[in-house]
């Protein structure tokens, strides 16, 4: 089974962003997390991260020629506004989990709309790094056997 965890715009910065909603957690540490939680799962999980909006587009449609099984995305803030990003995603044919660090319904009204979250399979948020760990056990559990 194999997992692609897809970070968006600004993610790499988990770590010295604002820690009340984010925490202290690196993206790196939150990599290391999912690794090893991978390996608990039987799942193989390979995370990538950009700033780039076509960069992300054009590692969806790769997702989609490799046939990755399942894929976990915290879009960052593409997630409130990006319909490029979503109609990449709505190419896949696999689950789609979408995460956030921060609960974004308890933030400001242009976070609480996802432009994507009814093509995923549902959304995991406000639990810091863990929201990362709930989101790759809802995939692995949501790829078809
Ligand atoms: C975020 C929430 C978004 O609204 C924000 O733009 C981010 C991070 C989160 O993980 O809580 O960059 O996706």
């Not at 099984?69 to 696999?94: C, E, K, M």
């Not at 242009?110 to 009814?118: A, G, L, N, P, T």
């Not at 549902?122 to 949501?142: D, N, T």
């Amino acid at each position: 089974k194999k997992v692609l965890v897809l970070n968006g715009i600004n993610l790499n910065m988990f770590g010295k962003r604002d820690p009340k909603q984010y925490g202290t957690t690196t993206l790196a540490e939150i990599d290391t997390m999912l690794q090893k939680l991978g390996q608990e799962l039987g799942a193989e999980v390979e995370s990538f991260q950009t700033n780039c909006e076509g960069t992300m587009v054009e590692r969806i449609h790769k997702a989609f020629h490799d046939k990755v099984d399942a894929v976990v995305i915290n879009a960052g803030a593409w997630t409130h506004y990006s319909i490029g990003l979503r109609d990449a995603l709505a190419i896949l044919t696999v689950p789609i989990i979408e995460v956030h660090m921060s609960n974004v319904h308890a933030r400001e009204t242009f976070r609480h709309h996802s432009v994507f979250v009814d093509i995923a399979k549902g959304q995991i948020c406000g639990f810091g790094a863990e929201s990362y760990l709930l989101g790759l056990r809802a995939a692995v559990s949501a790829i078809p056997a």
